[in-house]
């Protein structure tokens, strides 16, 4: 199985604030990087698949790289629908997911 | 619209059954893999079962095996989890998903599973 490991496991920002959020598979998992937000008692929302492809209707502040094992979650300029939990996934091999970065407001 | 929509849960007994339904409005489900999601209260995402656009392929994760069951009607356009021998730490909100292009980009509201006597 590969195992996912986000960090931070959260973070406190202000609207405005570039934040960044790491994700490190235990193996290669080639291009199938994909990210995800998700706010309290809503579904999960696809933002970024294939490592950087924006998904449709997400604002462009939202960014993805990396490769291999080592990725990044980048959003330029934090706004306040933003203040969320995100998720790292791969699909590589079936599915699993980071443990979560919880986004907060300092 | 495209659209899932989850039923079948509720509050069942340690070693209960239990099946879930989702059902798929505004695409064919046909073209698609279709997976099995579920979160645990205050946890994070677990991905629990795929299966293939004929229902061929079945995959599932190590805390489900042999006790649930992935399986899909495309006439019905639906699919569905069987849950067996369902144990305590089996409560969670089960969602399904569709995948396009090895990302989940359509999910559905959940359906909440309570294990407990």
């Known amino acids: 199985d590969i195992q996912m490991t986000q960090s931070p496991s959260s973070l406190s920002a202000s609207v405005g604030d570039r934040v960044t959020i790491t994700c490190r598979a235990s193996q290669t998992v080639r291009n199938y990087l994909n990210w995800y937000q998700q706010k309290p008692g809503k579904a999960p929302k696809l933002l970024i698949y294939g490592v950087s492809t924006l998904q449709s209707g997400v604002p462009s502040r939202f960014s993805g790289s990396g490769s291999g094992t080592e990725f990044t979650l980048t959003i330029s300029s934090l706004q306040p629908e933003d203040f969320a939990t995100y998720y790292c996934?791969?699909?590589?091999?079936?599915?699993?997911f980071g443990q979560g970065t919880r986004v907060e407001f300092k | 619209e495209v659209q899932l929509v989850e039923s079948g849960g509720g509050l069942v007994q340690p070693g209960g059954s239990l099946r879930l339904a989702c059902a798929a409005s505004?695409?064919?489900?046909?073209?698609?893999?279709m997976l099995w999601f579920r979160q645990a209260p205050g946890k994070g995402l677990e991905w629990v079962a795929l299966?293939?656009?004929?229902?061929?392929?079945?995959y599932y994760a190590d805390s489900v095996k042999g006790r649930f069951t992935i399986s899909r009607d495309n006439a019905r356009n639906s699919l569905f989890l069987q849950m067996n021998s369902l144990r305590a730490d089996d409560t969670a909100v089960y969602y399904c998903a569709r995948d396009v292009s090895a990302a989940e980009d359509c999910w559905g509201l959940g359906t909440l599973v309570t294990v407990s006597s």
């Open positions: 996934q791969q699909s590589s091999r079936t599915r699993s």
């Open positions: 505004g695409f064919t489900i046909s073209r698609h893999w």
């Open positions: 299966i293939n656009q004929d229902g061929g392929e079945e």
